[in-house]
């Protein structure tokens, strides 16, 4: 048997598949505290003892792959040209490769930018701007203002492709390593962010990893591959897609709700489903994901009551609202408490609800009525999540809620919101071993065993 050790250094656990790297058969899973803060080693390390009591000793890992969320993930900025175009294309590349966004500047970066993108305090940037052969004035002008922050860190450069040699020659002579890669949006029409991806993830497994400690564990790793995010993504994608000989699960929506994000991936065309509806704005990528850093449920828990209104809250899991106010001072006096009431688990399913709702309504897309002198037309923003045949969940609080289905059910189509393209009638299930992450990974040395372990452990719902 040739084992895979599948890891994930997340910010606050650090999780462990034993995977056979053949079949795809789930051969142990452990996880510690993560201690990436001051030694990586000591938290592996317990895992790995947790892993070991749990199966009767380790094999010899053929492979140890891993992926990392940890220190707060990978921080980036993004400096377009036009905000509903360049600017956003560059969004979307940031968020498919795993990045946390943290910033997104649009037009001739200012001095108050420069201080804030020095505020920010980003792993990467990435400067893109321009369609191949179209305007170059502006990011050569953002180009040289980057050259005054104070920040050194690495440049993806992914704009017209005409200014690329010039403004990777002026960032290395201003000290900052500048990485060409093609422009993400190269016609007004045309969305190719992947080398962009590709090139993100890349600066993050040369510097990224080394940067934030995560290379100390190298004894125990072979590669750290790429942020989590992006092999949560890249599981996903391989379930939906399949690969040879074996089909996939056709389009599919990823919902995970975690500590301090509720991320959203869907993998699909998303096109109009209706007859007669006009896309408006870029192309939706393929596969998409987005962040929503307001809706954690920890350590943005408050931002989910502003949202939604603690009596509302309280009303949705049943309790009172005396109680509802001391579940959730217990939550923000300690982030990374459990439930130990029943008011408590009621509460926190109430979060998680509303952390979907949310989520997943700003990840969809939207229809609306836009006058013309013609008529009315119906015009559609972003992705028709309609015709979905999946929805997954992942990530302990939807796996460990008393009723994950109802959970994943407020994704859902509702009737009194027609105008938010939500899946309609998925079939509903959980990745309840935590597995889209390790397939993500697995898929880079043995896709066809990377698909079995990820579609063999979904756990269907109801």
């Known amino acids: 048997m040739s084992a895979a050790l599948l890891i994930d250094f997340g910010s606050t656990w650090t999780k462990l598949r034993a995977v056979d790297a053949e079949t795809g058969a789930l051969l142990g899973t452990a996880q510690g505290p993560s201690t990436v803060a001051t030694d990586v080693n000591v938290g592996l390390d317990a895992a790995l003892e947790t892993l070991a009591r749990a199966m009767h000793g380790l094999p010899e890992f053929a492979v140890r792959l891993a992926s990392s969320s940890a220190a707060g993930g990978l921080r980036m900025v993004t ?41 920010l305090a980003p792993d990467i940037l990435l400067l893109c701007g321009g369609t191949d052969g179209g305007n170059a004035d502006v990011i050569l002008h953002n180009a040289d203002a980057l050259t005054r922050c104070v920040s050194r860190c690495p440049v993806v450069v992914a704009g017209n492709r005409e200014t690329t040699d010039a403004i990777v020659a002026l960032l290395s002579a201003s000290g900052r390593p500048a990485i060409p890669t093609a422009n993400v949006l190269p016609a007004l029409d045309t969305l190719d962010i992947e080398p962009a991806r590709v090139a993100i993830r890349n600066v993050f ?38 690969v040879a000989g074996r089909d996939g699960l056709g389009s599919l929506v990823v919902v995970d709700p975690g500590g301090a994000t509720t991320d959203v991936h869907s993998i699909g065309a998303g096109e109009p489903s209706t007859p007669g509806v006009i896309r408006y704005g870029l192309p939706e990528p393929h596969a998409k994901r987005t962040v929503e850093g307001d809706l954690g449920m920890r350590h943005n828990a408050a931002a989910i009551v502003d949202a939604v209104g603690l009596a509302v809250l309280a009303e949705r899991a049943g309790i009172g609202l005396a109680d509802a106010s001391v579940a959730l001072a217990r939550i923000e006096a300690d982030v990374e408490a459990v439930p130990q009431s029943d008011a408590e688990a009621r509460l926190d399913e109430a ?23 013609q008529g009315p037309v119906q015009m559609q923003r972003g992705k028709d999540l309609g015709d979905v045949r999946w929805l997954i969940g992942t990530g302990g609080a939807i796996v460990h809620a008393r009723d994950p289905a109802a959970v994943l059910r407020v994704a859902c189509a509702d009737a009194r919101k027609p105008g938010e393209l939500r899946p309609r009638a998925p079939q509903i299930a959980l990745d309840a071993d935590y597995l889209l992450y390790a397939a993500g990974l697995l898929a880079q040395v043995n896709p066809l065993a990377a698909f079995d372990c990820a579609r063999g452990h979904l756990r269907m719902v109801e």
């Open 351 to 373: 979060l998680v609800r509303s952390a979907v709702d949310i989520a997943v309504a700003r990840h969809a897309g939207s229809l609306e009525t836009v006058y013309t002198a």
């Open 205 to 242: 497994m040369e510097r990224i990893v080394k940067a934030k400690g995560i290379d100390r564990a190298s004894g125990e790793v072979d590669r750290v591959l790429m942020p989590t995010p992006a092999a949560v993504l890249e599981g996903a994608r391989l379930l939906a897609d399949g």
């Open 79 to 119: 400096v377009g040209l036009v905000r509903e175009l360049t600017a956003e294309a560059a969004r979307q590349a940031a968020l498919g490769a795993g990045a946390k966004l943290v910033g997104s500047f649009a037009y001739r970066l200012t001095a108050a930018d420069h201080v804030q993108i020095d505020a």
